[in-house]
Protein backbone atom coordinates (compact mmCIF):
# COMPACT_ATOMS: atom_id res chain seq x y z
CA UNK A 1 0.00 0.00 0.00
CA UNK A 2 1.58 3.56 -1.12
CA UNK A 3 1.99 6.10 2.06
CA UNK A 4 -0.19 9.07 1.33
CA UNK A 5 2.81 11.94 0.54
CA UNK A 6 2.70 14.91 3.39
CA UNK A 7 2.53 18.37 1.53
CA UNK A 8 6.35 19.43 1.87
CA UNK A 9 7.08 15.85 -0.16
CA UNK A 10 3.90 16.73 -2.06
CA UNK A 11 5.36 20.33 -2.80
CA UNK A 12 8.73 18.77 -3.69
CA UNK A 13 7.38 16.61 -6.21
CA UNK A 14 5.53 18.89 -8.10
CA UNK A 15 8.26 21.49 -8.59
CA UNK A 16 10.15 18.55 -9.93
CA UNK A 17 7.70 17.37 -12.62
CA UNK A 18 7.13 21.16 -13.13
CA UNK A 19 10.93 21.76 -13.38
CA UNK A 20 11.05 18.82 -15.62
CA UNK A 21 8.88 20.00 -18.40
CA UNK A 22 10.89 23.42 -18.92
CA UNK A 23 13.67 21.64 -21.26
CA UNK A 24 10.89 20.55 -22.92
CA UNK A 25 11.21 21.85 -26.60
CA UNK A 26 14.66 22.60 -25.80
CA UNK A 27 16.99 23.39 -28.69
CA UNK A 28 20.28 21.40 -28.09
CA UNK A 29 23.15 23.62 -27.18
CA UNK A 30 25.93 24.83 -29.60
CA UNK A 31 29.02 25.71 -29.22
CA UNK A 32 29.55 29.66 -28.80
CA UNK A 33 29.74 32.03 -31.65
CA UNK A 34 31.78 35.62 -31.53
CA UNK A 35 28.80 37.96 -30.91
CA UNK A 36 28.58 39.59 -27.61
CA UNK A 37 25.36 38.32 -25.85
CA UNK A 38 23.07 40.56 -24.40
CA UNK A 39 19.47 39.60 -22.23
CA UNK A 40 16.80 42.38 -21.27
CA UNK A 41 13.93 41.93 -18.70
CA UNK A 42 11.57 44.05 -17.03
CA UNK A 43 12.68 45.43 -13.64
CA UNK A 44 11.21 42.05 -11.88
CA UNK A 45 13.94 40.44 -14.48
CA UNK A 46 17.46 40.66 -12.77
CA UNK A 47 17.64 36.82 -11.68
CA UNK A 48 15.82 36.45 -15.17
CA UNK A 49 18.43 37.88 -17.16
CA UNK A 50 21.72 36.73 -14.89
CA UNK A 51 20.10 32.97 -15.39
CA UNK A 52 19.10 33.20 -19.40
CA UNK A 53 22.90 34.90 -20.06
CA UNK A 54 24.58 31.75 -17.89
CA UNK A 55 22.46 29.45 -20.36
CA UNK A 56 23.75 31.68 -23.65
CA UNK A 57 27.25 31.26 -22.51
CA UNK A 58 26.65 27.87 -21.97
CA UNK A 59 25.60 27.63 -25.80
CA UNK A 60 21.63 28.01 -25.15
CA UNK A 61 19.41 28.97 -27.75
CA UNK A 62 18.19 32.59 -26.47
CA UNK A 63 14.74 31.83 -26.58
CA UNK A 64 15.35 28.83 -24.20
CA UNK A 65 17.67 30.94 -22.20
CA UNK A 66 15.08 33.60 -21.70
CA UNK A 67 12.13 31.23 -21.21
CA UNK A 68 14.47 29.72 -18.31
CA UNK A 69 14.86 32.82 -17.20
CA UNK A 70 11.75 34.13 -16.63
CA UNK A 71 10.93 30.64 -15.12
CA UNK A 72 12.74 31.66 -11.84
CA UNK A 73 9.91 35.28 -11.20
CA UNK A 74 7.03 32.28 -12.81
CA UNK A 75 8.14 30.20 -9.65
CA UNK A 76 8.34 33.15 -7.42
CA UNK A 77 5.34 33.09 -4.86
CA UNK A 78 6.20 37.09 -4.04
CA UNK A 79 6.14 38.40 -7.49
CA UNK A 80 2.59 38.82 -7.11
CA UNK A 81 2.20 39.59 -11.65
CA UNK A 82 3.50 36.61 -12.71
CA UNK A 83 3.01 32.77 -12.59
CA UNK A 84 2.54 31.34 -8.43
CA UNK A 85 1.18 34.00 -6.30
CA UNK A 86 0.42 35.93 -9.28
CA UNK A 87 -3.24 38.32 -8.52
CA UNK A 88 -6.11 36.13 -9.65
CA UNK A 89 -9.16 37.20 -11.86
CA UNK A 90 -12.27 38.45 -9.45
CA UNK A 91 -13.48 35.17 -8.62
CA UNK A 92 -10.08 34.04 -7.18
CA UNK A 93 -8.54 32.34 -9.95
CA UNK A 94 -5.14 32.43 -11.36
CA UNK A 95 -5.49 33.12 -15.19
CA UNK A 96 -1.85 33.04 -17.27
CA UNK A 97 -1.14 34.17 -20.37
CA UNK A 98 2.64 33.91 -22.33
CA UNK A 99 4.16 34.02 -25.33
CA UNK A 100 7.49 33.10 -27.08
CA UNK A 101 8.89 34.21 -30.29
CA UNK A 102 12.63 32.43 -31.77
CA UNK A 103 14.08 34.72 -34.12
CA UNK A 104 16.17 31.82 -36.25
CA UNK A 105 12.73 30.48 -37.58
CA UNK A 106 10.34 33.31 -36.91
CA UNK A 107 8.57 30.85 -35.12
CA UNK A 108 5.96 31.87 -32.24
CA UNK A 109 3.89 30.08 -29.84
CA UNK A 110 0.98 31.54 -26.67
CA UNK A 111 -0.98 30.48 -24.46
CA UNK A 112 -3.58 32.67 -22.60
CA UNK A 113 -6.23 32.11 -19.60
CA UNK A 114 -3.98 28.99 -18.92
CA UNK A 115 -4.88 27.76 -15.35
CA UNK A 116 -3.06 25.58 -12.97
CA UNK A 117 0.43 25.66 -14.94
CA UNK A 118 3.59 26.99 -12.92
CA UNK A 119 5.25 27.80 -16.49
CA UNK A 120 3.15 28.85 -19.00
CA UNK A 121 6.22 30.18 -21.29
CA UNK A 122 7.04 27.11 -21.51
CA UNK A 123 4.04 25.70 -22.90
CA UNK A 124 4.07 28.34 -25.50
CA UNK A 125 7.26 27.02 -26.50
CA UNK A 126 5.88 23.74 -27.25
CA UNK A 127 2.52 25.46 -28.85
CA UNK A 128 4.79 26.86 -31.39
CA UNK A 129 7.28 23.49 -32.16
CA UNK A 130 4.51 20.93 -31.28
CA UNK A 131 1.57 22.31 -33.18
CA UNK A 132 0.65 24.09 -36.19
CA UNK A 133 -0.93 27.21 -34.43
CA UNK A 134 0.37 30.24 -32.55
CA UNK A 135 -2.22 30.45 -29.70
CA UNK A 136 -4.29 27.72 -27.41
CA UNK A 137 -6.96 29.13 -25.10
CA UNK A 138 -8.36 27.95 -21.80
CA UNK A 139 -9.26 24.48 -21.21
CA UNK A 140 -7.65 23.81 -24.22
CA UNK A 141 -4.25 25.16 -23.50
CA UNK A 142 -4.81 23.31 -19.97
CA UNK A 143 -5.45 20.03 -21.83
CA UNK A 144 -2.09 20.64 -24.26
CA UNK A 145 -0.22 21.45 -21.65
CA UNK A 146 -1.11 18.48 -19.38
CA UNK A 147 -0.97 16.24 -22.83
CA UNK A 148 2.87 17.02 -22.72
CA UNK A 149 3.06 16.07 -18.92
CA UNK A 150 2.54 19.45 -17.23
CA UNK A 151 1.56 18.42 -13.43
CA UNK A 152 -1.76 20.70 -12.37
CA UNK A 153 -0.13 23.26 -9.28
CA UNK A 154 -3.25 25.27 -7.53
CA UNK A 155 -1.01 29.08 -8.25
CA UNK A 156 -2.99 30.88 -5.44
CA UNK A 157 -0.53 31.25 -2.44
CA UNK A 158 -1.94 32.11 0.47
CA UNK A 159 -0.98 36.16 0.64
CA UNK A 160 -2.90 36.24 -2.74
CA UNK A 161 -5.74 34.79 -1.73
CA UNK A 162 -5.83 37.27 1.06
CA UNK A 163 -5.31 39.76 -1.00
CA UNK A 164 -8.18 39.11 -3.57
CA UNK A 165 -10.32 38.46 -0.82
CA UNK A 166 -10.15 42.12 0.53
CA UNK A 167 -10.77 43.08 -2.78
CA UNK A 168 -13.78 41.27 -3.13
CA UNK A 169 -14.98 42.42 0.01
CA UNK A 170 -14.06 46.11 -0.49
CA UNK A 171 -15.04 46.38 -3.99
CA UNK A 172 -18.76 46.73 -3.91
CA UNK A 173 -20.83 48.96 -0.71
CA UNK A 174 -23.87 47.03 -2.56
CA UNK A 175 -23.06 43.49 -2.42
CA UNK A 176 -23.40 41.18 0.69
CA UNK A 177 -19.66 40.83 1.81
CA UNK A 178 -18.54 42.68 4.79
CA UNK A 179 -14.97 43.47 4.90
CA UNK A 180 -12.90 42.67 8.12
CA UNK A 181 -12.41 45.57 10.03
CA UNK A 182 -9.17 47.09 8.58
CA UNK A 183 -7.16 46.46 11.84
CA UNK A 184 -7.35 42.90 11.23
CA UNK A 185 -5.74 43.41 8.23
CA UNK A 186 -2.72 42.54 7.40
CA UNK A 187 -0.17 45.33 6.40
CA UNK A 188 0.93 43.45 3.19
CA UNK A 189 -2.33 43.12 1.95
CA UNK A 190 -3.19 46.90 2.76
CA UNK A 191 -0.33 48.03 0.88
CA UNK A 192 -0.82 45.71 -2.34
CA UNK A 193 -4.34 46.94 -3.37
CA UNK A 194 -3.18 50.28 -3.41
CA UNK A 195 -2.38 49.99 -6.62
CA UNK A 196 -3.88 47.90 -9.60
CA UNK A 197 -1.19 45.49 -10.40
CA UNK A 198 -0.44 44.88 -14.01
CA UNK A 199 3.05 43.52 -13.31
CA UNK A 200 4.23 41.03 -16.47
CA UNK A 201 7.61 39.95 -17.33
CA UNK A 202 9.17 40.30 -20.58
CA UNK A 203 12.86 39.04 -21.79
CA UNK A 204 14.74 39.15 -24.89
CA UNK A 205 17.92 37.68 -25.43
CA UNK A 206 20.70 38.18 -28.33
CA UNK A 207 23.12 35.13 -28.28
CA UNK A 208 27.17 34.72 -29.51
CA UNK A 209 25.28 33.59 -33.36
CA UNK A 210 24.02 37.26 -32.91
CA UNK A 211 20.39 35.44 -32.69
CA UNK A 212 17.00 36.91 -31.10
CA UNK A 213 14.15 35.23 -29.16
CA UNK A 214 11.84 36.60 -26.49
CA UNK A 215 9.45 36.06 -23.90
CA UNK A 216 6.75 37.68 -21.87
CA UNK A 217 4.79 35.55 -19.36
CA UNK A 218 2.19 37.23 -16.97
CA UNK A 219 -1.29 36.79 -14.37
CA UNK A 220 -2.56 39.41 -16.63
CA UNK A 221 -4.63 42.62 -14.82
CA UNK A 222 -5.33 41.40 -11.26
CA UNK A 223 -8.73 40.92 -10.43
CA UNK A 224 -10.29 40.89 -14.05
CA UNK A 225 -13.32 39.30 -15.59
CA UNK A 226 -12.60 35.66 -15.77
CA UNK A 227 -11.35 35.17 -19.52
CA UNK A 228 -9.85 38.51 -20.23
CA UNK A 229 -6.56 38.25 -22.21
CA UNK A 230 -4.06 41.35 -22.81
CA UNK A 231 -1.77 42.05 -24.56
CA UNK A 232 1.46 39.78 -23.17
CA UNK A 233 0.01 36.43 -25.23
CA UNK A 234 -0.63 38.44 -27.85
CA UNK A 235 2.24 39.02 -31.32
CA UNK A 236 2.92 42.29 -32.25
CA UNK A 237 1.63 43.94 -29.14
CA UNK A 238 2.83 42.11 -25.96
CA UNK A 239 5.99 40.60 -27.81
CA UNK A 240 7.02 41.13 -31.30
CA UNK A 241 10.43 40.57 -32.75
CA UNK A 242 12.15 39.99 -36.66
CA UNK A 243 16.07 38.42 -36.07
CA UNK A 244 17.25 41.26 -38.48
CA UNK A 245 16.27 44.03 -36.80
CA UNK A 246 15.54 44.06 -33.28
CA UNK A 247 13.09 42.11 -30.09
CA UNK A 248 10.83 43.78 -28.17
CA UNK A 249 8.29 43.51 -25.10
CA UNK A 250 6.08 44.84 -22.93
CA UNK A 251 4.28 45.23 -19.47
CA UNK A 252 1.50 47.36 -18.21
CA UNK A 253 -2.01 48.15 -19.56
CA UNK A 254 -2.19 45.75 -22.09
CA UNK A 255 -5.38 46.70 -23.92
CA UNK A 256 -3.27 49.80 -24.80
CA UNK A 257 -1.26 47.88 -27.05
CA UNK A 258 -3.33 45.55 -28.07
CA UNK A 259 -5.24 48.50 -29.87
CA UNK A 260 -1.39 50.35 -31.03
CA UNK A 261 0.37 46.78 -32.51
CA UNK A 262 3.28 48.82 -30.06
CA UNK A 263 5.60 45.74 -30.15
CA UNK A 264 5.46 45.63 -33.78
CA UNK A 265 5.35 49.20 -34.53
CA UNK A 266 8.83 49.97 -32.32
CA UNK A 267 10.71 46.54 -34.35
CA UNK A 268 9.38 48.16 -37.40
CA UNK A 269 10.36 51.82 -36.69
CA UNK A 270 14.09 50.50 -35.78
CA UNK A 271 13.95 49.27 -39.64
CA UNK A 272 13.22 52.09 -40.92
CA UNK A 273 16.14 53.73 -39.02
CA UNK A 274 15.25 54.43 -35.92
CA UNK A 275 17.32 54.38 -32.65
CA UNK A 276 15.59 51.56 -30.46
CA UNK A 277 14.87 54.46 -27.68
CA UNK A 278 13.46 56.84 -30.16
CA UNK A 279 11.00 54.27 -31.75
CA UNK A 280 9.57 53.17 -27.88
CA UNK A 281 8.92 57.07 -27.13
CA UNK A 282 7.43 57.35 -30.47
CA UNK A 283 5.23 54.00 -29.74
CA UNK A 284 4.48 56.09 -26.47
CA UNK A 285 3.05 59.01 -28.21
CA UNK A 286 1.10 57.14 -30.46
CA UNK A 287 -0.52 55.18 -27.80
CA UNK A 288 -1.20 58.31 -25.89
CA UNK A 289 -2.75 60.06 -29.14
CA UNK A 290 -4.79 56.95 -29.77
CA UNK A 291 -6.23 56.16 -26.97
CA UNK A 292 -7.07 59.34 -25.12
CA UNK A 293 -9.76 59.61 -27.81
CA UNK A 294 -11.12 56.92 -25.58
CA UNK A 295 -12.49 58.37 -22.42
CA UNK A 296 -11.85 55.16 -20.65
CA UNK A 297 -8.38 55.62 -20.94
CA UNK A 298 -7.91 59.44 -19.66
CA UNK A 299 -8.30 61.72 -16.62
CA UNK A 300 -10.11 63.97 -16.04
CA UNK A 301 -7.66 66.46 -17.37
CA UNK A 302 -7.45 64.43 -20.59
CA UNK A 303 -4.15 62.65 -19.43
CA UNK A 304 -3.66 58.91 -19.54
CA UNK A 305 -4.78 57.05 -16.84
CA UNK A 306 -2.81 54.05 -16.92
CA UNK A 307 0.79 53.03 -17.35
CA UNK A 308 2.97 51.10 -20.15
CA UNK A 309 6.79 50.03 -20.18
CA UNK A 310 8.74 48.66 -23.48
CA UNK A 311 12.01 47.32 -22.69
CA UNK A 312 14.28 45.59 -26.28
CA UNK A 313 17.21 44.82 -28.36
CA UNK A 314 18.49 45.48 -31.59
CA UNK A 315 20.18 42.91 -33.39
CA UNK A 316 23.18 44.93 -32.80
CA UNK A 317 23.07 44.49 -29.18
CA UNK A 318 21.44 48.13 -28.32
CA UNK A 319 19.26 48.02 -25.35
CA UNK A 320 16.62 50.20 -24.24
CA UNK A 321 14.04 50.98 -22.07
CA UNK A 322 11.13 53.54 -21.99
CA UNK A 323 8.14 53.87 -20.52
CA UNK A 324 4.96 56.71 -20.18
CA UNK A 325 5.71 57.65 -16.77
CA UNK A 326 8.85 57.95 -14.74
CA UNK A 327 11.05 56.49 -12.97
CA UNK A 328 10.90 53.10 -14.44
CA UNK A 329 14.07 50.59 -14.95
CA UNK A 330 15.00 47.49 -16.68
CA UNK A 331 17.15 44.73 -15.58
CA UNK A 332 20.37 43.97 -18.15
CA UNK A 333 23.15 41.57 -18.60
CA UNK A 334 25.80 42.34 -21.10
CA UNK A 335 27.91 39.39 -20.21
CA UNK A 336 29.53 41.10 -17.38
CA UNK A 337 27.12 41.71 -14.81
CA UNK A 338 23.25 42.05 -14.38
CA UNK A 339 22.26 45.35 -12.94
CA UNK A 340 19.26 47.68 -13.03
CA UNK A 341 19.64 50.88 -15.67
CA UNK A 342 16.90 53.47 -15.84
CA UNK A 343 14.47 53.70 -18.50
CA UNK A 344 13.75 56.71 -20.93
CA UNK A 345 10.70 58.71 -19.87
CA UNK A 346 7.76 60.46 -22.09
CA UNK A 347 5.91 61.97 -19.04
CA UNK A 348 8.47 62.97 -16.83
N1 LIG B 1 0.54 43.62 -19.88
C1 LIG B 1 -0.09 42.61 -19.15
C2 LIG B 1 -1.54 42.61 -19.24
O1 LIG B 1 -2.14 43.65 -19.53
O2 LIG B 1 -2.14 41.58 -19.01
Known amino acids: MSTP?????????????????????????????????????????????????ELIKAGADPLDAAIAGVAIVEADPNDHSVGLGGLPNEEGVVELDAAVMHGPTHGAGAVASIRNILHPAAVARLVMKRTKHCLLVGEGALRFAKAHGFPEVDLLT??????????????????????????????????ALKTRITGTIHCSAIDTHGQLGCVTTTSGLSYKIPGRVGDSPIFGAGLYLDNAIASCGSTGVGEVN????????????VRRGMHLKDAMIDALKRVVATTTRNPRFRDANGRPNFGVNFYGITKAGE??????????????????????????????
Open 158 to 191: EEARKIWLRWRETHSLTDDWIPAPEGEVEPAVLE
Open 319 to 348: FAGATLRGPAQMAVHDGEAARLVDCAVLEP
Open 5 to 53: LSRREFLASTSAASLATLALGAAPVRPPGPARPVVIASANGLAAVTKAM
Open 258 to 269: LVNCSSFLIVEN
